[in-house]
């Protein structure tokens, strides 16, 4: 079974919008990492936050985690049309797996 | 400082035949990822390393893959006899923070087999 599933599967906003995709996980965790994968590219790491954090910033991004339910946030703010891509979550925990991820079109 | 390099970029191979993917890490990263991408089953951790031995190699879905770490700076992956629906992305990952540590990915290697 996946570690990370993301939520929605898609995803479509126009520029300036915010976005928002969700990360549930199944088992306890060290931490939780973001990625974003743009059409044709290897994924890249956005952000990871800590078990004992709640919440965390980078740039646009805004990261949540509610360990009690099991679940993270990811929050882009004021969105462009560079971030269409899909994006990914990874629990860090024994089981090492990403969901099927996030794909996310912001429109010009 | 360069990222995780892969090669070849792009394979196209017949059935049967037998394919090599290569991997070289970030320099000073002690762990290795093969991960897998398809649109059927998303990303696939095959198989991962640290300091060049293989910890887990469950996710490897036959005998006719097999994983290779000679040094720390190279990794192979090879498939044989390849069959289409090995067909997939295959990407190498490595860390420095350990196994649930930040990944960095290379840009992977689409492997097409006829």
């Known amino acids: 079974s996946q570690q990370g599933e993301e939520d929605p599967q898609a995803l479509s906003i126009q520029e300036g919008e915010n976005a928002t995709m969700n990360c549930s996980y199944k088992?306890?965790?060290?931490?939780l990492q973001w990625y974003r994968q743009n059409s044709g590219r290897g994924l890249v790491h956005l952000i990871l936050?800590?078990?004992?954090?709640r919440e965390k910033h980078s740039g646009r991004l805004r990261v949540t985690l509610d360990t009690s339910k099991k679940s993270s946030s990811l929050l882009i703010t004021a969105s462009r049309a560079a971030d269409t891509a899909s994006y990914f979550c990874?629990?860090?925990?024994?089981?090492?797996?990403f969901g099927k991820g996030t794909k996310l079109s912001v429109i010009p | 400082d360069a990222g995780v390099i892969q090669s070849p970029r792009h394979e196209v191979t017949e059935m049967g035949q037998e394919v090599t993917l290569r991997c070289k890490p970030i320099?000073?990263?002690?762990?290795l990822f093969w991960y897998r991408q398809t649109m059927m089953r998303g990303l696939e951790l095959l198989i991962y390393?640290?300091?060049?031995?293989?910890?887990?190699d469950s996710g490897m879905p036959e005998d006719r893959f097999s994983a290779k770490m000679p040094n720390a700076s190279f990794s192979t992956l090879k498939i044989q006899p390849s069959e289409p629906r090995d067909s997939a992305v295959y990407f190498c990952?490595?860390?420095?923070?350990?196994?649930?540590?930040?990944?960095?990915f290379g840009e992977g290697s689409r492997l097409t087999v006829l």
């Open positions: 990952a490595s860390s420095l923070e350990g196994r649930t540590g930040e990944l960095f």
């Open positions: 088992t306890s965790i060290n931490n």
């Open positions: 936050i800590r078990s004992n954090e």
């Open positions: 990874r629990a860090g925990s024994y089981q090492l797996t």
């Open positions: 320099s000073g990263h002690d762990y």
């Open positions: 390393f640290n300091n060049n031995v293989p910890i887990d």
